[in-house]
């Protein structure tokens, strides 16, 4: 039976750029969230060339260079000032035909929201069951609705219910570490506009990027024992204590970060998985499949880029086992290599103890550039065939 009509569960970033990569394809769709009203969780996104070019093939790219910053260098110091490594980013931003930008998460979700129509999504429908037949899927949600369609694509994030009814293969891992994040509108003779900088300390990292107007996107990343539960809005009090040896910018940034608008969240994330990313005609996507640990900044952009690749293939006709064979291994192995990159670069970035970041830090320094170089074209899926 050819797939017409698609229904997608979550409406966060890989569930909207999936939306628009079907609707592109011809197909209808309909998106469901469980939140009653779409709120970008965290502060800011980097939104780097390779997603950049699936934004760019759904229609949204303009709307997003307006809004956000391009990050023309990304750099490493040390807590006490020292530059421990530098890229700059323009020569790849030619080899990849796009820019890496920041922009606010508020900016990414409304763009992708117009360009789709709120129409297709309906919001307060959390999904709590799915069984499949000869004629599609059957969706039914926590308030008693149902729903059906030809295919499933659970685009449902870190905590995917669509993973739980397909294979129960148990909840993500907490990776020790967890992040204060906000927005801040500071001028400070230290912050560069058009950068990212991250400042290593002992088990602690300070990051600041531009988000396009006149904003910072600031992270502060901790090392703890115990992961705290979801998103906790708080206020600059439970930071500033951790940030007296940190350069007085920090400060600032937390100080001048709306209290609503400062949030704390701890990290999980999963290995990449073994066995098929679907059944039938429910596949998954973006955090439901391949949650990251956010060290290279490019969750959502691998998110945008199975959207794309979905579309792509389902404008094909494609259906059934190829649709999810193909698709699969399109993705798999990308997916996995960042995966594990992220998880590599988070253990490294949050040594703890004195000597083993003068260590670190020692070894960052002595990176060559061409070790830089081949790393951001992987991550860019430079000089790869699609
Ligand atoms: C601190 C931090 C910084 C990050 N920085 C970057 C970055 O700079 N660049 C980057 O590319 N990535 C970054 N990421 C990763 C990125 O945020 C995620 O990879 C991306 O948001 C995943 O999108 P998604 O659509 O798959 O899932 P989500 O955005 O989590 O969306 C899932 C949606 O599903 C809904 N949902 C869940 N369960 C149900 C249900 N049962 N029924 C109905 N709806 C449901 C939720 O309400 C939610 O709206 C960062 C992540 C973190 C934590």
New binding site residues.
């Given amino acids: 039976m050819p797939i017409k009509h698609v229904a997608i569960?979550?409406?966060?970033?890989?569930?909207?750029?999936?939306a628009l990569a079907i609707r592109q394809a011809g197909l209808s769709v309909s998106v469901?969230?469980?939140?009653s009203r779409?709120e970008p969780?965290?502060?800011?996104?980097?939104?780097?060339p390779n997603?950049m070019r699936c934004l760019r093939a759904l229609g949204v790219a303009e709307p997003l260079l307006r809004a956000g910053a391009r990050i023309l260098s990304t750099e490493a110091r040390s807590l006490r000032g020292e530059m421990l490594a530098c890229v700059p980013m323009q020569r790849f931003y030619d080899e990849a035909g796009e820019p890496g930008i920041?922009v606010t998460?508020a900016d990414v979700q409304r763009v992708l929201l117009d360009a789709l129509g709120a129409e297709h999504v309906t919001l307060s429908?959390?999904?709590?069951s799915l069984s499949q037949d000869a004629g599609g899927v059957a969706l039914r949600?926590?308030d008693g609705a149902e729903a059906r369609a030809d295919l499933l694509i659970g685009?449902?994030?870190?905590?995917?219910?669509?993973r739980r009814l397909l294979f129960d293969d148990g909840p993500p891992r907490y990776a020790g570490y967890?992040?204060w994040?906000g927005l801040s509108a500071i001028d400070h003779p230290r912050l560069a506009r058009e950068s990212a900088v991250e400042v290593y300390g002992a088990g602690e990292r300070l990051g600041v990027?531009d988000s396009g107007g006149g904003l910072y996107?600031w992270?502060f990343i901790e090392n703890r024992a115990q992961p705290v539960d979801g998103v906790v809005h708080c206020t600059s009090g439970s930071l500033l204590p951790r940030l007296v040896d940190w350069p007085d910018y920090a400060r600032q940034l937390a100080m001048s970060t709306r209290a609503r608008s400062l949030q704390y969240?701890s990290?999980f994330h999963r290995s990449a998985r073994r066995g098929p990313w679907g059944q039938d005609r429910a596949l998954l996507?973006?955090?439901?499949?391949h949650?990251?640990?956010?060290n290279?900044?490019?969750?959502?952009?691998?998110?945008?880029e199975?959207a794309h690749v979905l579309g792509i293939m389902l404008a094909q006709g494609l259906e059934d086992q190829s649709l999810l064979t193909r698709y699969q291994s399109a993705r798999a192995r990308r997916t996995a290599m960042l995966g594990r990159d992220s998880v590599r670069l988070g253990r490294f970035a949050q040594v703890g103890g004195p000597t083993s970041s003068r260590l670190r830090d020692l070894a960052l320094r002595s990176v060559p550039d061409w070790v830089h170089a081949r790393r951001t074209r992987q991550q860019f899926g430079i000089g790869e065939t699609r």
């Fill in positions: 569960v979550g409406a966060g970033i890989g569930g909207l750029a999936a469901y969230d469980q939140a779409l969780l965290g502060a800011s996104l980097t939104l780097w997603a920041c998460r429908r959390r999904l709590e949600f926590r685009a449902d994030g870190l905590r995917s219910t669509v967890g992040a994040l990027i996107y992270y969240l990290f996507l973006g955090d439901a499949i949650p990251y640990l956010p290279l900044g490019q969750g959502a952009c691998q998110a945008i199975d």
